[in-house]
Every structure is written in C-alpha cells, then in structure tokens.
C-alpha cells in the first residue's frame, strides 16, 4: 500500500521556521519526482517548490525562492521542505506529493500520490 505521510506542520510567529519531512511507505521515493504543494483557505492548490529523481534538479515558486529549500533522503524515503523567514502569507495546507512522469513540477494532474497534509499556521 502506497502512503505519502507529512508531518512538522504547526503554528510558527512571522519570521520563524518550520521543517516539514514527508516519508513514503510501498515505492521507492528515489524513482519519482517529488513536490510540496500548499493550498490557503478559499484558494486552488499552488505548487511551492519540486525536486527530480536524481536529487540534482530542484525548482521553486517565485514566493518561496530564497527562503525555502526542498531535499531529500533516499534511504530514509523522506523529502522534506525547510521554511525560514515564513510570512502569514505563506498559511495552508502543505502536501507532498510524488510522480512518475512530471512533466512541469507544478501540475498537480502530473503526480501519482498524495498526502493527507499538514497545516502550517504563520501567526503573531
């Protein structure tokens, strides 16, 4: 059974961090290229930022350049998302998700597995 299970969302101040880690269970996270998405209340999912196969190639939302860093750890079967200097603006919803044939990292019709998401609040 295939499983994508997020976890180190929370309630941060404005200008804090968080470290978010997805690990995957039944398929090999290595084969696959890997996103985090977020959705806000009232708004689409957006894409935040996507890793390939290799590890050698990652891509980030405008949004979040600069401030977010996406990797991973094959043998532990982990991709995780480091947020520094998180905004209220960045609020939502946080998903990993992995697939097979990506052809533009933030397409979310473009991956196979889903999350069930972890919510990060950016509050005062």
């Known amino acids: 059974q295939v499983q994508l299970v997020e976890s180190g969302g929370g309630l941060v101040q404005p200008g804090g961090s968080l470290r978010l880690s997805c690990r995957g269970s039944?398929?090999?996270?290595?084969?696959?290229?890997l996103a985090w998405f977020r959705q806000a209340p009232g708004k689409e999912r957006e894409g935040v930022s996507g890793i390939n196969s290799s590890g050698g190639k990652t891509s980030y939302a405008d949004s979040v350049k600069g401030r977010f860093t996406i990797s991973k750890d094959d043998a532990k079967n982990t991709v995780y998302l480091q947020m520094n200097s998180l905004k209220p603006e960045d609020t939502g919803v946080y998903y990993c998700?992995?697939?097979?044939?990506?052809?533009?990292?933030?397409?979310?019709?473009?991956?196979?597995?889903w999350g069930q998401g972890t919510q990060v609040t950016v509050s005062s």
């Open positions: 998700a992995a697939g097979a044939q990506v052809l533009t990292y933030y397409s979310p019709s473009d991956y196979d597995y």
């Open positions: 039944g398929f090999t996270m290595a084969h696959y290229a």
